[in-house]
């Protein structure tokens, strides 16, 4: 597609649900990103996939909280038994950038317009 | 580890007059660095970047910003708010990995 896209764009859960956003990212791009954004904040990075492979996940509050990108495209975060506290504004993005090649002049990170969600 | 502050998280300007948002980093490596921008239920939009080479880095609607290793910052300005600069203003600070970790945010206001 043109960009990156979420969904769902909103989403509420009652606490103790289980919910799945879904990111597609740009066909291609190697990076792909998770960030955690609450109201008032600036995002906080969760985890990182290159390609298949999930190569950073300190960002992850809890073990509640899981991604998977099994084919290198198509990125789920998964969260288990939500929480009030999750309640935020959820991003994905995807680059073209390698990590550990320098960073081209060409190359950024997409952001795709997030999924906003409520635990009640 | 890499992170950034943004100083005053509001900053109103008449329009017309000069915009300046603050950013300082902190990173034990030489640096990349971002600033974003953020409408209300849109995405984070790529202003502007320094990865290498010259320090006064022009971005898009008119902004720049200058990259002082010796400050250790990368503030923002614009010569001339518009009405449309309203938004959210993130400064990021990345690495070679691609590790990017963004600053609290400065909201733009711009008064007629």
């Known amino acids: 597609g043109a960009g990156v896209s979420q969904s769902p764009r909103y989403k509420v859960a009652k606490r103790g649900q289980d919910v799945a956003l879904r990111c597609d990212p740009i066909s291609g791009h190697v990076s792909l990103f998770w960030y955690q954004q609450a109201l008032g904040q600036g995002p906080e990075f969760l985890t990182y996939f290159q390609n298949e492979a999930q190569l950073d996940k300190s960002g992850l509050p809890s073990d509640r909280f899981f991604a998977e990108r099994p084919e290198g495209s198509v990125s789920t975060l998964k969260i288990q038994r939500t929480q009030q506290e999750d309640s935020a504004v959820y991003l994905c993005?995807?680059?073209?950038?390698?990590?550990?090649?320098?960073?081209?002049?060409?190359?950024?990170?997409?952001f795709g317009s997030g999924t906003q969600l409520s635990v009640l | 580890a890499q992170s950034v502050t943004q100083l005053g998280s509001h900053v109103s300007v008449s329009e017309g007059a000069l915009v300046l948002l603050r950013c300082n980093y902190s990173?034990?490596?030489?640096?990349?660095l971002f600033w974003y921008v953020q409408y209300p239920n849109q995405g984070l939009q790529l202003l502007l970047k320094y990865t290498t080479g010259a320090t006064l880095v022009k971005g898009i609607n008119g902004f720049e910003a200058e990259f002082k290793k010796s400050e250790t910052s990368f503030h923002l300005t614009k010569p001339s708010a518009h009405m449309s600069d309203a938004a959210e203003y993130f400064c990021?600070?990345?690495?070679?990995?691609?590790?990017?970790?963004f600053g609290a945010g400065t909201r733009l206001t711009v008064k007629p």
């Open positions: 993005a995807s680059s073209l950038a390698i990590p550990g090649r320098e960073f081209a002049t060409n190359e950024k990170l997409f």
């Open positions: 990173s034990s490596v030489p640096p990349y």
């Open positions: 990021a600070v990345s690495n070679v990995n691609n590790d990017m970790r």
